[in-house]
T-cell receptor, first 114, second 114 residues
């Protein structure tokens, strides 16, 4: 059972525009969320995280929004750059449990068109 | 950010042989390490979780006798694929975290069994 879902397998955006990647989760015990970026044949790299006490976290061009009531989070990239083209995974974890695993979505492949 | 080194990045082995993959946290103590497997166009699938000095906890459906995990120190975990078969060919990724911080990933290992 997929507890973290990314319903859009791919997204294309023009350079300079905003990219919005969405993620939904089903487990109400999740209270720590992360976004990772992955290039082919490489491991994921951490982008940004948010805990459930916040509804927004911003880091440069990347902003993550969390809507706990809807069990939904999104990653906004603005302005989008060609180097942002990669697969983006969202992940969720019950933060309070030491060493607990992350549950990953299936990823969204972002293509930023120059 | 923190660095996790995974070695080798690519390995080709003959069917029936064993392959060892190393995962090292270079600048922090990894209280927990995770091993994932990724099939093409699919999410990262957690194979096992290991806490330093303890036996690994395997996810359902993962053969513990086939995928041997050792986490003998706070900076090193190894995954040994024993008696490898072509269906074991995949992309294996480790991640490491210190307590409840975000996890950092290795660069992954592309295993091809011929």
């Amino acid at each position: 059972d997929q507890q973290v879902k990314q319903n859009s397998p791919s997204l294309s955006v023009q350079e300079g525009r905003i990219s919005i990647l969405n993620c939904d989760y089903t487990n109400s015990m999740f209270d720590y969320f992360l976004w990772y970026k992955k290039y082919p044949a490489e491991g994921p790299t951490f982008l940004i995280s948010i805990s459930s006490i916040k509804d927004k976290n911003e880091d440069g061009r990347f902003t993550v929004f969390l809507n706990k009531s809807a069990k939904h989070l999104s990653l906004h990239i603005v302005p989008s750059q060609p180097g942002d083209s990669a697969v983006y995974f969202c992940a969720a974890s019950p933060y309070q449990e030491t060493g607990n695993q992350f549950y990953f979505g299936t990823g969204t492949s972002l293509t930023v068109i120059p | 950010g923190a660095v996790v080194s995974q070695h080798p990045s690519r390995v080709i082995c003959k069917s029936g042989t064993s392959v060892k993959i190393e995962c090292r946290s270079l600048d922090f103590q990894a209280t927990t390490m995770f091993w994932y497997r990724q099939f093409p166009k699919q999410s990262l699938m957690l194979m096992a979780t290991s806490n330093e000095g303890s036996k690994a906890t395997y996810e359902q459906g993962v053969e513990k006798d086939k995928f041997l995990i050792n986490h003998a120190s706070l900076t090193l975990s190894t995954l040994t694929v024993t008696s490898a078969h072509p269906e074991d060919s995949s992309f294996y990724i480790c991640s490491a975290r210190f307590l409840n911080t975000e996890a950092f990933f290795g660069q992954g290992t592309r295993l091809t069994v011929v």
